[in-house]
């Protein structure tokens, strides 16, 4: 359900935690570039959610700068999209703090991200990545987002948000925050590692052979394809065929994903296949989509000063919708503002 006394708005956000991988193109960037133009589009780096686990204080901005280069490179425009990085807009903070004082304790130990990377550490994490969701609604809600275009595993974080606006909303007897709409589409919601299927694909990964990372070479992701776990049956005919099929059905959806088309598509054009047709094939689409966008995020890394550049004209342009949402927000709450 999408509400429609907002203007429609997309948020969304990566964070700068290690190199962009195919599961960040296909599951959000390239959605992100389909996005824009259709409606107001904002993109952000989300640095402050990236240190709720340890950062190099170094490598924290050079990956900052990574994912802006991405974004870039994969077709974001600063004229038709902002693009910024979160800790230059403080309001996200500020908001973040009092969806603190909203959520509820019993609403965060649901979330199965947070259960997932805690494990049996949750004693260690910090108090940061336990909060992390409510920040992220602070994120997408300081800006009145309609709609945000995520990979599947940030389905619970989104729907955590309109909790959190449905509660703020209902607490101090307004309607001042959307009920925002995950868009969560396209056959790319969850990419897989390569080597184990029922596993995503993810940045931080053990070995750099499960992941196709937005900057590896041709050679390399040709190589990693190759090497790719699959089961001995060649592709099935029909896409019902791939149904306990995790590493095939992974490798033909990242196809479609890549191809602009469906897993039905796929299998139509390639029925039985084995996998020394497939592989090869998907690995050249994969070069002949990548290769493109890594030399422009190559060249873009090249001067990091343009790079800083875009995202201080994207943060003014940022602030400039959220410092009016957030005084707003303190009015509500009865903060006291001497001006
Ligand atoms: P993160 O890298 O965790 O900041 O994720 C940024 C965006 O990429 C989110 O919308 C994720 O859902 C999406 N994403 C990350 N990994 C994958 C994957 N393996 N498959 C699909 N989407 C993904
Ligand atoms: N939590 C998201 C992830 O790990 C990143 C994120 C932070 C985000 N804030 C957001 C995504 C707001 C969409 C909207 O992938």
């Known amino acids: 359900m999408t509400d429609t ?3 429609p708005r997309v948020f969304s956000g990566i964070k700068p935690s ?19 133009g259709q409606m107001e589009t904002i ?13 190099d204080p170094k490598e924290l901005a050079n990956m900052t700068r990574e994912v802006a280069a991405g974004y870039l490179a994969a077709g974001l425009d600063p004229s038709q999209s902002i693009l910024f990085n979160q800790s230059q807009v403080a309001a996200h903070a500020e908001l973040g703090w ?24 949750a004693e260690k994490v910090s108090l940061g990545l336990y909060a992390y969701p ?9 800006y009145h987002a309609t709609h945000v275009p995520v990979g599947e595993d940030q389905k619970q974080h989104v729907e955590l948000t309109r909790d959190i606006a449905a509660k703020f909303n209902h607490d101090y007897k307004t309607d001042f925050f959307p009920m925002t709409t995950p868009v969560i589409e396209g056959p790319a919601m969850r990419i897989m590692n390569l080597r184990d299927g029922t596993k995503k694909m993810s940045k931080s990964g053990e070995s750099d052979m499960e992941r196709i990372n937005m900057t590896d070479d041709a050679d390399k992701i040709a190589k990693k394809f190759k090497k790719a776990k ?12 791939l149904a306990d099929r995790p590493e095939a059905r992974n490798l033909v959806e990242i196809y479609a994903a890549l191809d602009d088309t469906t897993p039905e598509a796929v299998i139509a054009q390639y029925p039985g296949a084995g ?16 290769a493109p966008i890594s030399e422009e995020m190559a060249r873009l890394m090249d001067d990091p000063a343009e790079i800083d550049r875009i995202l201080a004209v994207g943060s ?8 009016p949402i957030l005084k707003k927000t303190y009015d509500i709450v009865g903060l006291l503002r001497s001006s």
């Not at 290690?18 to 824009?36: D, S």
């Not at 996998?275 to 990548?290: I, M, S």
């Not at 003014?316 to 410092?323: H, L």
Request: net charge neutral; charged share 20%; with cysteine.
């Open 316 to 323: 003014d342009k940022a602030r400039a919708i959220a410092e």
């Open 275 to 290: 996998w020394g047709t497939f592989k090869p094939a998907l690995a050249d689409l994969a070069v002949a989509k990548l």
């Open 43 to 55: 993109y952000c780096v989300v640095d402050m959610h990236a240190i709720t686990v340890w950062q």
């Open 98 to 121: 009092i969806f603190n004082c909203v959520a509820r304790v019993g609403w965060m130990n649901r979330m199965t991200q947070f259960k997932d990377k805690a494990g049996s550490n």
């Open 5 to 7: 006394t907002f203007t």
């Open 134 to 142: 409510s920040l992220m609604a602070a994120d997408i809600l300081l």
């Open 230 to 241: 699959t089961d001995p049956e060649p592709l099935p005919e029909t896409v019902e065929g």
């Open 18 to 36: 290690g190199g962009l991988t195919l599961g960040n193109y296909l599951g959000a960037i390239k959605r992100f570039v389909g996005m824009q």
